[in-house]
């Protein structure tokens, strides 16, 4: 399965450039970083962008699909950049392309796929004002969509494990927080060590809450479903070749 496409850094545009250092808590046994403290980087600099940007928004930013392709693994005490730029945009949807760099030569190129929604996070709605004035030139009027793309059910007979999420795994808007759910190709990565370079892709298809849910593998593909057997997310990985870019580090 095409993963999401990995575009070059914009000739013109913003590029926002945000800064974190992965601490104990952040990284496995082996002392490379996580997926999930990735996830948790891109994040905090998508929002940093955001208000740095002062385009008005009162309203919500959910995660619909993000591609981590991990050339290297950021270690312990290593400082990172996270360069991010807006990549895309559609009525309702905006694509954020980031790059994560290290200062001792970690580097992740990532993709994510955000919808924009009300204040309550009901329901989408458009683009706020003065946003194709910030971070239309980086968009380049490339059109992007939220149609799902992975296969949305794992086929009968597939092996499933049980899983469970908490309540320090819940966010602000009382679901889930969609770094969490990288924590599930963690739990397999323990036991085989994370090869590099390393492709994933996750799509997110509906909110969770606390309680027990269940992993189920089949081949390349992994999903996380809810207790009443709920698809929730869809996560395909992919050995794939090597992706470089040179990345803008403007602020």
């Given at each position: 399965m095409e993963l999401s496409e990995l575009v070059a850094p914009p000739a013109d545009g913003?590029?926002?450039?945000?800064?974190a250092r992965a601490g104990l808590g952040d990284v496995a046994p082996s002392g490379r970083v996580r997926l999930d403290t990735i996830a948790r980087w891109l994040q905090d600099a998508a929002f940093a962008d955001l208000l740095d940007s002062g385009v008005p928004d009162d309203?919500?930013?959910?995660?619909r699909r993000l591609r981590l392709r991990v050339e290297r693994f950021p270690r312990m005490h290593e400082?990172?950049?996270?360069?991010?730029?807006c990549s895309g945009a559609g009525g309702l949807v905006a694509e954020r392309r980031s790059t994560v760099r290290g200062e001792a030569g970690g580097l992740v190129e990532a993709s994510a796929l955000w919808?924009?929604?009300?204040p309550v996070g009901a329901r989408p709605r458009p683009m706020p004002e003065g946003f194709e004035a910030v971070y239309g030139p980086s968009a380049a009027g490339r059109h992007v969509r939220a149609r799902l793309r992975h296969r949305g059910a794992p086929p009968e007979g597939a092996a499933a494990a049980p899983w469970r999420f908490r309540a320090a795994d819940l966010d602000l808007a009382g679901h889930v927080n969609n770094a969490v759910y990288w924590q599930a190709l963690e739990e397999e990565l323990a036991g085989d060590g994370a090869r590099e370079p390393l492709d994933a892709e996750i799509e997110h298809r509906a909110a969770a809450d606390v309680g027990e849910a269940a992993i189920v593998r089949d081949g390349e593909m992994?999903?996380?479903a809810g207790?009443?057997?709920e698809v929730l997310a869809s996560l395909a990985t992919s050995p794939g070749p090597a992706v470089r870019a040179e990345t803008s580090t403007r602020t």
């Open positions: 913003r590029v926002f450039t945000d800064r309203g919500a930013w959910i995660v400082s990172v950049s996270v360069a991010t730029w919808v924009h929604l009300d992994l999903w996380i207790a009443d057997g």
